[in-house]
């Protein structure tokens, strides 16, 4: 346990609590102390530097600050680090560079899926994750019958991105870029 | 968010006990819910008791030709499972239509029965609210009440549970399997497992302190068209404002259960034997004690078109 014993019922002083973790961030190994509040999106910000995911609502609203994590995509600011002892966490930086981007990126480059950009790196990871989700046969809520597997459709996709928010609109031309990077690996 | 201590047991009776030990624990598994209400310090634990590592991630075959669904079984893997698809299309749908795609990857099928209200005078920590801070009273009443309940609510509160997946299972007459802190199991059918608010609003189940679900059953597939229908404020990720969970025959025999109207999901088995004389006679029976304010009155006819458009989706 951390913090050694439970708290004391009476008076409550709010002390930070602290605990390691060790996290494998974009194929780096990561040892940490944190305080146990620490949600894995302020972890990899404030504390690894990587600044690419972004904190737009910090309550799973909008997915600007959406990971790959363990293979899938997930609300960073809703989960702690402590949580994700040994897991293999992919942030924006992690899926490509300026000098070697990935399709997906280069997509959205191609295609503008951005304007003021904040939401990008959001869109970006959950857009790659719902390409895996399609692959692996995961249904959605605009799939039609549900014992077959899913087709990447424009549905499917705005379904299935319907938890990242872009407040400039961009998302036709997220379509786009998406639609290109599926079309380009089938 | 207020600080806490942390462990993570690895078996559900250490679990269960860590929790009924401790004062002001709480178990976490995804957290999407837990973790957003303690930022807001509407949930304020001095102790997270993680269950992540308890295993309970398994759908298996029971031996009486139904599921059990383990505890922390993931909405995502729930509503991909191949049995789920095939033999329980209702609550596949009821998952679907829940949440984001990232949610649904972290939130569990026990978090999921056990999230929170999303009132808006729960959330908002400068109102009244007797579930959030029991005896203050309820803001919601002569507020904006359009999202909240119309029936099974009372005096000192009209919140709605908010969830699809309980809905499902509660047509598809699920049981919920639990163990307490002293390490004994019991088995909850679904409609005694959330509680009307009474005068007591702040406890939204009939858990005891420590209690924590191990698994959910279904019973054996009960044949029929599979419907979950949502009607929303828009296409995707919002909360139900009326569902309608239903297995039905072309003929409109068959079960349902409505969400987004009451504070659990909502039931009534007596009235079902009138499905094949359609919506109205049903609602009618079913909504014959709803108490609705001036701004949400319109949940009745919209639960009784719902219900209508499901017949004939079952007719198709």
Not at chain 1, 4 to 18: I, K, S, Y
Not at chain 2, 241 to 256: C, N, R, W
Request: aromatic share 4%; proline share 5%.
């Amino acid at each position: 346990m951390v913090g050694a014993t439970a708290p004391a019922a009476a008076t409550r002083t709010d002390e930070p609590v602290l605990a390691k973790v060790t996290l494998t961030v974009n194929g780096q190994r990561r040892d940490l102390e944190l305080d146990t509040r620490t949600s894995l999106l302020d972890a990899a910000r404030e504390h690894l530097h990587l600044t690419g995911s972004k904190k737009g609502c910090d309550h799973g609203q909008c997915g600007a600050c959406t990971m790959i994590v363990d293979g899938r995509r997930i609300n960073a600011c809703l989960t702690l680090a402590i949580m994700h002892q040994g897991a293999e966490i992919t942030t924006i930086e992690g899926l490509g560079q300026p000098d070697h981007l990935h399709p997906m990126q280069a997509a959205f480059v191609k295609h503008d899926g951005y304007q003021c950009g904040y939401c990008t790196p959001g869109q970006i990871c959950s857009g790659v994750a719902v390409l895996e989700e399609i692959k692996a046969g995961i249904p959605s809520h605009v799939t039609a019958d549900l014992e077959a597997a899913p087709q990447i459709t424009e549905a499917e996709i705005r379904e299935r991105m319907s938890g990242n928010i872009c407040r400039c609109g961009a998302y036709s031309n997220i379509v786009e870029a998406m639609t290109e990077v599926a079309e380009a690996r089938a | 968010m207020k600080s806490f201590t942390y462990e993570r047991p690895s078996t559900p009776a250490e679990a269960a006990a860590a929790v009924g030990r401790t004062p002001d624990a709480k178990f976490i598994a995804g957290g999407t819910n837990l973790l957003d209400l303690m930022k807001l310090q509407i949930e304020t634990p001095r102790h997270l008791v993680d269950v992540n590592g308890l295993g309970l991630d398994t759908v298996e075959p029971t031996d009486q030709g139904g599921l059990r669904i383990g505890a922390l079984v993931r909405n995502t893997d729930l509503a991909a499972h191949p049995r789920v698809r095939k033999d329980y299309g209702v609550l596949a749908r009821a998952l679907l239509a829940g949440a984001s795609g990232q949610l649904r990857n972290k939130a569990t099928t026990a978090g999921n029965l056990l999230q929170r209200t999303r009132c808006p005078y729960f959330y908002d920590t400068a109102q009244a609210c007797n579930k959030r801070q029991p005896g203050s009273g309820c803001s919601a009443l002569d507020g904006v009440s359009r999202q909240l309940a119309v029936i099974g609510g009372s005096e000192a509160c009209i919140a709605t549970h908010p969830g699809d997946m309980a809905v499902a299972m509660r047509v598809l007459d699920a049981t919920v399997e639990t163990i307490d802190a002293g390490g004994a199991a019991r088995n909850i059918p679904i409609a005694a497992f959330h509680r009307l608010p009474g005068d007591d609003p702040s406890r939204d189940t009939n858990l005891k302190p420590g209690e924590l679900i191990t698994a959910v059953t279904l019973p054996k597939p009960v044949a029929g068209t599979h419907i979950y229908r949502k009607v929303r404020d828009r296409a995707s990720y919002a909360y139900a404002l009326v569902s309608v969970a239903a297995i039905l025959g072309k003929d409109g025999t068959g079960h349902v259960a409505f969400g987004g109207v009451a504070p659990k999901p909502w039931r009534v088995e007596a009235a079902e034997a009138d499905l094949p004389k359609g919506a109205k006679a049903v609602t009618e029976q079913v909504f014959a004690d709803a108490k609705p304010t001036h701004e949400n009155a319109y949940k009745l006819k919209l639960a009784e078109r719902t219900l209508g458009a499901a017949l004939n989706q079952a007719r198709a």
